[in-house]
Structure formats: C-alpha cells, structure tokens
C-alpha cells in the first residue's frame, strides 16, 4: 500500500486554514495516524484512528477521512504549528509514512 | 515516563557493518512492539522494521529486507539494529519508536514515543 500527501507544501498566513490531504493506494480501515515533525525535532504523534487527537495537542487540529482518503486541518494556523506533517499507515506492515507536507507562515 | 536512547551511530564505510542499540525505559518494555523509523537529511520518515514484544517475530522493510535485522533483549530493556553491507543510501537518523499500546504481536497501533535518533553516515 503507498501513502501520498499533498500539496507537498503549503504556506498560508497566520489565522489561515490549512488542509492536507493523505490517499492511501488501498483500504486501511480507520487505522491513519499524523505526526508532527517541528524543525530540528523529533516526529510527534498528533492524531491516531482517523481523527483522536492525541493529549495536549490544541483543538485547531482535526482530522477526517476514510477508507482511502484522509485530511488533517488546521482551522487557523499558528507560528507554533510550522512543520512537516507525515500520514502513516498502521493497520499491518509495512507502516508506511507518507512523504510530508511542510507548513510555512506566509 | 518513557524513555528513548539510540546509540551506535557513526560513519562507517560503504559495504561494512553497524549495529543500533535503543535503551528503553519507564514502560514494561516486554509488552511493546518496538520499531525503527530512518530520515535520510533533508528527507522524510521511512519505516524500517517492527519485532513483536517478546521478540519470536519481525518484519522488515523492502528496501533493507536481507541485509537489516532487528531483534530485542527484554531481560536489559534494549532494542537492536543490525546494518550489514552499507551504502551512502542508508546515510540517515535512526529512530526507535514504540507502539502506543501492549500487544502480543505488533499493532495495529501508532507509535507514541520517539527516541532523539543515532546518525548514521556511510562515506568512505
């Protein structure tokens, strides 16, 4: 199964929502998880099934989807929130990752 | 809380071997799936492999599969990555990562501890 993203980069202004799409090339079930990786930094989980987020992580961030396609959003974008966003596969090996999405502030 | 350290890394030749240790702690690590993620520079996550928690199974990727194993000792909490036959495409940070939740196999879970990673840089 492979995992795309896009845009492969998107920059928006603070305030702004900012919507990724993942596609999965066959069904995953609900099992997506979208990590946060902050520059310099090591990968965060930030949302698993879909859409829980993860303890801490701030309400403007959502996910949604199914079977094949999945969308993280940032419903008003912050400094704090520049980084690469990974979608990745775990409902069997190999857990794939998409190939990221980097968020810059205009 | 949990606890994370790669070690091992280094520049090694093309063609040579490396072995990557995770110390593990703040968690029953025998109860964990445990997997190793790479991040070539400037370049994204790649899942490399998963053992199951008590270790009798594991898969690795594609891309390294005969030529990468992964294996663990859950008596001294630590977690292993054997390199054999390097080359500059395996030039990358070494993550280990745990599953979110116990299990007698491996997921289907997210991972949701990190360690800071190991660089590891094939150059001759």
């Known amino acids: 199964i492979q995992m795309t993203q896009s845009p492969s980069s998107v920059s928006a202004s603070v305030g702004d929502r900012v919507t990724i799409t993942c596609r999965a090339s066959q069904g995953i079930d609900n099992y997506l998880a979208w990590y946060q990786q902050k520059p310099g930094k090591v990968p965060e989980l930030l949302i698993s099934?879909?859409?829980t987020l993860q303890s801490g992580v701030p309400s403007r961030f959502s996910g949604s989807g199914s079977g094949t396609q999945f969308t993280l959003t940032i419903s008003s974008l912050q400094p704090e929130d520049v980084a690469t966003y990974y979608c990745q596969k775990y409902n069997a090996a190999p857990f794939t990752f998409g190939p990221g999405t980097t968020v810059h502030i205009q | 809380q949990v606890q994370l350290e790669e070690s091992g890394g280094g520049v090694v030749q093309p063609g040579r071997s490396l072995r990557l240790s995770c110390a593990a702690s703040g968690f029953t690590f025998s109860s964990y799936a445990m997997h190793w993620v790479r991040q070539a520079p400037g370049k994204g996550l790649e899942w490399v492999s998963v053992v199951s928690s008590i270790g009798r199974n594991n898969y690795i990727a594609d891309s390294v599969r005969g030529r990468f194993t992964m294996s663990r000792d859950n008596s001294n909490n630590r977690l292993y990555l054997e390199m054999n036959s390097l080359t500059a495409e395996d030039t990358a940070v070494y993550y280990c990562?745990?599953?979110?939740?116990?299990?007698?196999?491996?997921?289907?879970?997210?991972?949701?501890?990190w360690g800071r990673g190991s660089l590891v840089t094939v150059s001759s």
């Open positions: 990562a745990k599953e979110a939740s116990s299990s007698s196999y491996w997921g289907p879970y997210p991972f949701d501890s």
């Open positions: 099934g879909v859409s």
